[in-house]
């Protein structure tokens, strides 16, 4: 139909990534331990939806940056005409991806660092 090809896969993996958007977006302007809470908290909300363990969602379904992005700065959304539906969490998302393919939004990696922190391996 579009001449692209895609899986179930793709499809799932973006309805999660703008469900955890939509997430986030109530909790943006958290700081700090809250912040990160929230996004622990959103990992465990994709996980129940999608039957997975909360480390497989962040891994394979959540985008790292948009948890970057929480919980360094806050996701600097900026808010299109809509009512919080789908749609306009699709359009928020494609405008998150937008920034971050301009490089004007470079965040740490807050999971990645959380992950080898916990593991005692030293960061690059």
Known sequence: MSGADF???DFRTWAVRVYALSELRKLNGASGREAKKGAIAIG??????LGNTPAVCRKSYIHPELLDAHANSGL???RVNG???RRTNEVEFLNFLKR???GSQKPRKFWQHRSAHASG????
């Open 7 to 9: 899986t179930a896969k």
């Open 44 to 49: 465990k909300a994709v996980a129940e939806r």
């Open 76 to 78: 600097g959304l900026t």
């Open 83 to 85: 009512h919080g539906d």
């Open 100 to 102: 971050l393919k301009r």
């Open 121 to 124: 391996m030293k960061q690059n």
